[in-house]
């Protein structure tokens, strides 16, 4: 509990029911020593709470409800509404968010506070209060979360070869560790070009990466990041990183990009300080091939890959994940983004070394293709685009605008 941020709270369950009336009955019948340890204790304090889910609850209800249970439960000791030594809660469920609201509660459930989970984490590293944020800024939680998954520990050593405006870099940095990656964006690294906050039109001279962690207190875990083409290697092989956390771009709001060109033209020497190179699609498969590649050469054996796999649902099966012999899946669970898309979020872990003398047998697999079709024209498509225009922009992401030509201010 002390790095979850998926639960709000743990407690010792008492009891359990339908209706409050079973409760009520099953509390009668509480063990004895759970009252000597807990409620007949002249010296202590506590408190009782009524907590609703999906529904709110009028005060003379909660009242109603407290009543019935200080009636059952013979508290002794003093009521103090904070920091008790005991606190017990009455929990009624009725049902999700967003769903109709019932009557009555769908379940019911007494028990003993034990500990929080630190969802304060979240509003501690909201979006809203980054100093540097772009369009494809990761979720604080689900940024914790995915550092979470890959069990990032102190003074571990974290990379993002996808690394955007470093949301995952803060949010492993939290937990201690020394963070640094990579991306082909020299805008987005340096904090240059057009902000993605309403009413700014520029970003600012301290809004990069660097500022993010310093915002934070974690810039002594920051070591860099470095320009890069994520499809040509430019570390030493051997194993060097506990944890890879990343979320590759899908060709939605970023395009998926790496350096080539279709023709075959040459630089001249004089011109090769100054040239930028162009840019050519880069595949949502080979980027997954070769992000599993790269986890099975550079993570420690023991070390985990976590990463987003976005998917068009009504095709998607367990094949669709990319393999490598040096990797096992570990986890894979689902984020639904509308009707028919949604995005896995999968890790991975490291449980063979790799070997350079076995490399052409120790490459990544996918055994059925997710994307022989554009992501991007299904997920316009299935988003009810008309399917010329949806075609039109699948085309645009095949031939990606190379931004680093523009003048870089």
């Avoid at 000791?77 to 469920?93: A, I, M, R, T, Y």
Wanted: one cysteine or more; aromatic letters at 10%; charged letters at 25%.
């Amino acid at each position: 509990m002390k790095r979850t941020v998926l639960m709000r709270s743990m407690y010792e369950l008492w009891a359990s029911a339908k209706t409050h009336d079973d409760l009520y009955s099953q509390l009668a019948k509480c063990p004895h020593h759970l009252k000597a340890q807990y409620v007949q204790r002249p010296d202590g304090t506590f408190r009782v709470k009524v907590d609703a889910f999906g529904k709110k609850l009028q005060d003379p209800d909660r009242q109603d409800r407290l009543d019935k249970i200080l009636g059952i439960l013979p508290f002794e000791g003093k009521v103090k509404l904070n920091n008790p030594d005991q606190s017990f809660h009455l929990l009624e469920l009725y049902g999700q968010a967003g769903s109709k609201t019932p009557d009555k509660p769908l379940r019911v459930y007494f028990g003993r506070w034990l500990m929080d989970g630190q969802r304060d984490q979240i509003r501690h590293y909201h979006l809203q209060k980054r100093q540097y944020i772009g369009n494809t800024s990761m979720d604080s939680c689900l940024s914790l979360l995915m550092a979470n998954q890959a069990m990032v520990t102190e003074n571990a050593l974290v990379c993002d070869p996808f690394v955007g405006t470093g949301s995952l870099l803060v949010a492993a940095a939290g937990c201690g560790a020394y963070v640094t990656g990579t991306d082909i964006d020299y805008n987005v690294l340096h904090g240059k070009g057009k902000s993605s906050r309403y009413n700014q039109i520029w970003k600012g001279p301290d809004e990069n990466i660097r500022s993010n962690l310093r915002q934070y207190g974690l810039e002594h875990c920051y070591l860099d990041v470095m320009q890069a083409d994520f499809s040509k290697c430019i570390w030493r092989e051997q194993p060097l990183f506990d944890a890879i956390i990343t979320d590759p771009p899908y060709g939605i709001r970023e395009s998926t990009r790496k350096i080539g060109s279709d023709k075959n033209n040459l630089v001249n020497h004089e011109h090769l300080q100054n040239h930028v190179p162009s840019c050519t699609k880069y595949g949502l498969t080979d980027i997954f091939r070769d992000l599993l590649n790269f986890a099975a050469k550079f993570l420690k054996k023991g070390g985990k890959l976590v990463y987003w796999l976005p998917v068009y649902t009504p095709e998607y099966t367990v094949d669709n994940i990319p393999q490598h012999p040096c990797l096992e899946l570990v986890a894979n669970s689902e984020q639904p983004l509308s009707v028919h898309v949604s995005r896995r979020l999968i890790t991975m872990r490291k449980h063979l070394d790799y070997e350079e003398a076995r490399e052409s047998e120790l490459q990544a697999t996918v055994s059925d293709d997710h994307y022989t079709e554009s992501f991007r024209y299904r997920y316009f498509h299935s988003a009810g685009v008309p399917e010329q225009k949806a075609k039109a922009d699948a085309r645009d992401e095949q031939d990606p605008l190379d931004r680093e030509r523009k003048v870089q201010s």
